[in-house]
T-cell receptor
Framework: AQTVTQSQPEMSVQEAETVTLSCTYD???????LFWYKQPPSRQMILVIR??????QNATENRFSVNFQKAAKSFSLKISDSQLGDAAMYFC??????????FGQGTELSVKP | NAGVTQTPKFQVLKTGQSMTLQCAQD?????MYWYRQDPGMGLRLIYY???????DKGEVPNGYNVSRLNKREFSLRLESAAPSQTSVYFC???????????FGPGTRLLVL
């Protein structure tokens, strides 16, 4: 069975600085997708970025980028120029062709002004 | 275009009561999902419907039933609520199994 692990329950970053959130996963499949979701206090789940396993190029969305290491089964999220609005719970998630999302435990990010 | 909507937003039940959580999407998506989120944990899949007319169990299906009423609506029913079902419930939908899932705002359920 696939598993997703986020080893950092909490992280903190100074406004305008860069922070990296870690995620590792375990799977025997070759085709899958990886996601980072943001959950602010409103509880709404917001897609931040996604990565297709067959693509070697790391995904980027504005200030958000990933470091996808397929052999190491690692999928970290880098947030550049952190803003107060980035403060939230961040979840790493794995999905195979069956469509089911498997989530990590989450990392709570706080941003200090 | 409202996306994924869920009703109610918040509900308090007594142990043994039943209720149905409603979910609807207006994006013409084929697949729909129900998750629960407990403190300190990520979301866990309860049931899903890959397409209209089909439903399958997820990771934590015990104590729940679902109905895919039509392409738009996917309901989750608790027949006899237990305190262990106190959680935040999320519905999600996606055009296809390989596509991004879009989430509703969640329903907070408290079972006393």
């Amino acid at each position: 069975a696939q598993t997703v692990t986020q080893s950092q329950p909490e992280m903190s970053v100074q406004e305008a600085e860069t922070v990296t959130l870690s995620c590792t996963y375990d799977t025997s499949e070759s085709d899958y997708y990886l996601f980072w979701y943001k959950q602010p206090p409103s509880r709404q789940m917001i897609l931040v970025i996604r990565q297709e396993a067959y693509k070697q190029q790391n995904a980027t969305e504005n200030r958000f980028s990933v470091n996808f290491q397929k052999a190491a089964k690692s999928f970290s999220l880098k947030i550049s120029d952190s803003q107060l609005g980035d403060a939230a719970m961040y979840f790493c998630a794995y999905r195979s062709g069956g469509g089911k999302l498997i989530f990590g435990q989450g990392t709570e990010l706080s941003v200090k002004p | 275009n409202a996306g994924v909507t869920q009703t109610p937003k918040f509900q308090v039940l007594k142990t043994g009561q039943s209720m149905t959580l409603q979910c609807a999407q207006d994006m013409n998506h084929n697949s729909m999902y129900w998750y629960r989120q407990d403190p300190g944990m990520g979301l866990r899949l309860i049931y899903y419907s890959a397409s209209e007319g089909t439903t399958d169990k997820g990771e934590v299906p015990n104590g729940y039933n679902v109905s895919r009423l039509n392409k738009r609506e996917f309901s989750l029913r608790l027949e006899s609520a237990a305190p262990s079902q106190t959680s935040v419930y999320f519905c999600a939908s996606t055009p296809g199994l390989w596509e991004t899932q879009y989430f509703g705002p969640g329903t907070r359920l408290l079972v006393l």
